[in-house]
C-alpha cells in the first residue's frame, strides 16, 4: 500500500505498523534480509552423535539438511537438488552415508558433496560443469555449547561478534560445564498459525504478558501452594535486571535469593556461594559439577549466577530460551532449561520447536524427570506455551484488517534506570520491574537488517 520498509517503525514514540505482521512483500523481504543474514538455532549436535546421522530443519524458508560426517565434521546442506529442484531428503532425520534424490537418482555426501548420478556417462554427458559445482548449497556453521547454528551470510560477522555483548551472559548459561549440554529426546514440533515475529518479539523477554496470560501459573498446582509471597501474584518475578543487545538478543536476569526463600524457605542472606548453589542449583547441575562452574566461569559469571541469573530471554531472531524452577510436591524444586525457536513458515505461519537440554552430566533419573516435567508444561499438549499459541495468531489475523494493519504496537514503557551498582556484566543494563526496552531493541535491530540489505 505505499509504505516503505523505513516508515514501519516511528522511533520517536517507539510504534511499530502492524502490518509487518502480515504482509507478504515484508515476509519475502525479510526471508533475504533478516534469515538471509543472521546465525539461526538448527538443533543441537547431540542430536546427530553418530557419523552420518541427520536431522532436516529449517533456514527461514529453506530447508536445510544438518548432517554429521567424517571427523565428526558438521555441515549445513541447503536441501534442494542441484539437478532439477527436488527436495533431497523428505524425511525429518535418520543415518545415511548417501543421499539420493528419488527424482532422478543424483547422490551426495552428508557434507554435500556431489558423489554421482546413476547412467552417469549418458546422464552427464556433455555437462559444463564440475562435480565441486554440482554439490550442495553449503552454509557456514558453528557450534555453540554444543548448539548448532548457521548462517548463509559467509562474509558476516563472526558467531562471536553476532552475540556481542550478550556472549557473556549466554556462556553463563550454555558454557558452564566440562561436558556440556544435551538434548533430551527429540524436539516437540508443532505448528500456529501466527507471523513468526508475534513470537520472536515476545521472545526478546516480554515480561508483562506473563502477569496476565500466564496468570494461572500462579494460581494453581505446586507453584500456588509455594507462593509463600503472596499466591498469585507473580509480579515480583518481573522484577530485576534486564539486558538489551543492538544485536536484538535480550535477558531478564531474577533475584535468586528472593527464589531462594521462597521455593526453599532458607534465608540466601547468610548462605555461602555454595550453598546457594546447592540450594536452588542452575538446572540439571549437581553438587558434583559446582567445581566445573567455578572452573569455567569467571567470579563475575559466578557472582551473577549466584545472584542475578538470567532466566528468560531471546537469541535474535527467533529463539527463546528459559530456565524455570517447578516446585514439586516432595518439597523439592525442578530445574529446567528450555529452547523454543520459531521457525518462519509463511507469513501467517510458523512452526514451534521446543528442545529440552540437561547437562551431560545431570543423573539420567533426574533428565528423565525434567523431560517428563518439560513435555506436560511446555510440549505440544503442555500448559505454559499454549497460552501464546492462542494469543499470536489472534495478532497476526488483526494484523490483516484494513484498519488494523494500520494500528501500530506500542513498545512505549521505557526504562531510565541503568545498571545496579557494581553490576559486572556488558550491555544495555537496566534494572527494576519489567519494561520494553529489550523488545524495542528486538524491532530496532529487525528494521536495521530490513535496511541494511536491501
Ligand atoms: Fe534431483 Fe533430478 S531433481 S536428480
Redesign the pocket.
Known sequence: DGTKIEDLIKVDTREVQMRALSDHEIYDLEMQRVFGHSWLLLGHETEIPAENDFIVRDMGSDSVIVARGKNDQISVSLNV?P????KISTVDAGNTPIHK?I????AFRPNGDFLASPVEKECMHGTMMSKAELSLEQARVTLYGGLIFATWDHEGESFEDFLGDAKWYFDILFQRSDKGLEVLGPPQRFVVRANWKTAGEQSAADGFHTLTLHRWLGEVGNYAKSGQEGGADLSPEMIGVEVSSPHGHALRCIDLGRKIRKLTGLDPDVLSVDQKLDALPPPGVTREMVPQLKRKLSEDQLKVLVSMPPQVGGIFPNVLFAFVYIPQSDGTVLGLTLLHAYVPKGPDQLEFVNWVLAEKDTPQELKEKMLRQSIQLFGTSGMVEQDDSDTWPHMTTAAKGARGRKSTLKYQAVYATGAPEGWPGPGIVNEGFTKDDTQWHWWLHWHELMLANA
Open positions: 537438488c539437478h532439477r529442484g527436488m534424490c527424482y532422478h537418482g543424483w
